[in-house]
Structure formats: C-alpha cells, structure tokens
C-alpha cells in the first residue's frame, strides 16, 4: 500500500486549505493624502520593478495606472475651475497666495486660510484590485490559475498561467495586466504570504491616515456606512460607496470605495457589468449563423445534384 501510495504522490491533488473568514480592503478616498506610502510599500514587500521616474503630465501620478508592476496605484483629480493647483495669484509681481488672500508681514493668517471659499479640490484614490465576489477573470480562465483562496481573494496561480490574456479582457476595471517579463498575469495578492502569518497588507499597514482599511468584509461594510452618515451630518452629502453591494449586471467587491464623485471622475465604470452576461446572446446568433450556413449548404448541394 505504502509503495502505490509512492507510486501516486505525483498524481495526487492535496487537500485545499480550509476557508477562513473573507478578507478585503475598504479605501476611503476622503482620508487619502497622495503620499504614495502604500505604492512603495506594495513594490518593496512583493519586489517588483520600479516602473520609471517618468513625467506622464498627470498632476502628480508617475504610474498612470494599475499594471503588472504596479499593483498599487494613486491617482490624483484636481478639479479646479481656473485650471490649477494652488489658487489665484494677487495681480502684482510677487509671489503667489493662496486663494488670494495676501499674508501678514508674519506670516500666512490661518483663520483667514481655513474660512475662504473653496474654489476646487483634489480628489485622491489608492486604486486596487477589486477582488471581487464573483470574478470576471477566474470565469474567463481556461487553466484555472486563478481562484479564489480561502481568504476569498481573487488569486492568479503564475506556474498554471499560460498567459492566454483572457482574464485581462474579462475585468471591466483594466486591473489585470501581463508581465513584458514572463508574460503572465499578475496582480494584486491581497497579501497572501502575509495574510497566512496573520499580518496585515503591506499597503495597509504603510497608510498613515487610515485610508486603506483591512479586515473582516462584514466589519469593513459596517464601518463604511457608519462613516458615510459621519460624513453626511457634515455636510459632504455627496459621499457615497462604490461597489459595496451587488447590483443587477455586478458582483459586491471585497475590496470597495467612499467616494465623492462619480465613479467615472476616479477612472472606476460607472456600471460595470459581467462580461459573462453577453454570452447568451452570442450563442443565439451562433446558433442562428450556424443554421444559415447548413441551409446555404444543402441549398448548394440540391443546386449541384440538378
């Protein structure tokens, strides 16, 4: 028995490990401040390559967007009516003040600062891997190298990728990217390794203002809606979550979003849908064609007999 069984080892496929409760990230963009601590950190704990110091004329962002190599992206959205960052100049020569309020000899007036009005703002956003309930690109996958782990986390299995590219078609938020390097997908872990050893994300655990919060999906919700009727009692009625509960064409995502715009202003669909959801129509006219050309066939083959 002992020998069949060493016989059969290679063969054998082990047990999967046991689910464990469902983990993601919940971003709130309001606490956001652009200092990109949780790309570098990212970058540093799963050691990818640097993508470059490249001025890409995007206000502050150096990556662009979510990539292979970068597996954390911020993206900064200034939205400001004259077309820039830091306010109106006072019309003379001098150096520029903000909002046009003119300093004291010593100094800026900070109660004069923090009481005029706000003419812009910059909206900022740690992008992710959604990590979604029910992955377009684990349905796309013909190897199975993607699953979901028992973390419930969307995870791309490198050594089964056969970098086919059907899982980057499949995403409708463009996370998934194939390495210039060994041409398989990669993206975001969640943090596997460290997830296993009861550690928190690196991202998360770099983030300084709390922006990126890790946990339990069930605490993350309850504590998103608690702070959105925070937010609501202050005044920013506006705030609202993306992508925290399912709608009719998407799945809920474990990793999901308080925004204070429209999805579209962040770069996000407004309305992602599951590519899946197209294929019945496809097999319909694939059926359709199919009968056409047996017809056009057997018209041929009667034509012929004449």
């Not at 820039?84 to 000899?105: K, M």
């Not at 706000?118 to 909206?123: A, F, Q, Y």
């Not at 078609?169 to 975001?188: L, Q």
Request: hydrophobic residues 35%; charged residues 20%.
């Amino acid at each position: 028995m002992s020998l069949l069984k060493n016989l059969l080892y290679p063969f054998e496929r082990p047990a999967p490990p046991a689910a464990r409760t469902p983990m993601g990230f919940f971003t709130d963009t309001t606490l956001c401040i652009g200092c990109k601590a949780c790309e570098v950190a990212c970058k540093q704990w799963n050691q990818l390559p640097s993508d470059g110091f490249l001025w890409t004329g995007d206000s502050y962002d150096n990556t662009g967007t979510l990539s292979a190599t970068s597996w954390r992206h911020v993206a900064f959205i200034e939205q400001f009516p004259d077309g820039t960052a830091s306010g109106a100049r006072d019309g003379s020569s001098g150096p520029a003040v903000l909002g046009g309020t003119q300093p004291p000899s010593g100094g800026f007036d900070l109660d004069a600062l923090l009481s005029q009005a706000k003419d812009g703002r910059w909206l900022m956003m740690s992008d992710v891997c959604k990590h979604c309930s029910a992955a377009p690109c684990q349905i796309a996958c013909p190897t199975g190298a993607i699953i979901h782990n028992e973390f419930a986390d969307v995870y791309i299995q490198n050594d089964i990728c056969n970098g086919c590219g059907y899982c980057v078609a499949a995403c409708p938020f463009g996370v998934v990217t194939r390495s210039a390097i060994d041409g398989h997908a990669h993206k975001c872990t969640l943090c596997y390794d460290r997830q296993r050893d009861g550690l928190v994300p690196a991202c998360a655990k770099a983030c300084p203002t709390e922006s990126i919060q890790f946990g339990p999906i069930g605490e993350l919700r309850e504590r998103a809606r608690k702070r959105i009727a925070i937010l609501h009692q202050r005044g920013e009625t506006d705030a609202y979550l993306y992508g925290d509960q399912p709608t009719d064409t998407y799945p809920s995502l474990h990793a999901f979003f308080l925004l204070l715009d429209e999805p579209s202003r962040y770069r996000l669909p407004d309305n992602p849908e599951v590519p899946q959801i197209h294929l019945a129509g496809d097999y319909v006219r694939a059926g359709i064609g199919a009968l056409l050309m047996f017809g056009a066939a057997i018209v041929a083959m009667l034509a012929y007999a004449v």
